[in-house]
Nanobody
């Protein structure tokens, strides 16, 4: 059974930083494209960043230059370093692992709140 467990969310002031982590268990981590999504209250879930099996990152325009996605295949972990946080970054952040249409898994989400 594949499981994704996120950690690292919390409350931070505008301009601050947080680091989210997601550990994948029950499968071969390196086969997955990994991604972080977020969903703010009343809004649709949106893609924040992805990282391919080969380690190539891609970012939503709203976070480019502030967020960094990385993966450690030895530790089955994907991370999201978030700097210069803004109130509009407030959301539940979800980790996603996708190998194909069948092998597509989600974590339970972790809350990030940016507020003074």
């Amino acid at each position: 059974q594949v499981q994704l467990v996120e950690s690292g969310g919390g409350l931070v002031q505008p301009g601050g930083s947080l680091r989210l982590s997601c550990v994948v268990t029950g499968s071969i981590f390196r086969i997955y494209t990994m991604a972080w999504y977020r969903q703010a209250p009343g809004k649709q879930r949106e893609l924040v960043a992805t990282i391919t099996r080969g380690g190539s990152p891609n970012y939503a325009g709203s976070v480019k230059g502030r967020f960094t996605i990385s993966r450690d295949n030895a530790k089955n972990t994907v991370s999201l370093q978030m700097n210069s946080l803004k109130p509009e970054d407030t959301a539940v952040y979800y980790c996603n692992a996708r190998a194909d249409a069948i092998r597509d898994y989600w974590g339970q989400g972790t809350q990030v709140t940016v507020s003074a």
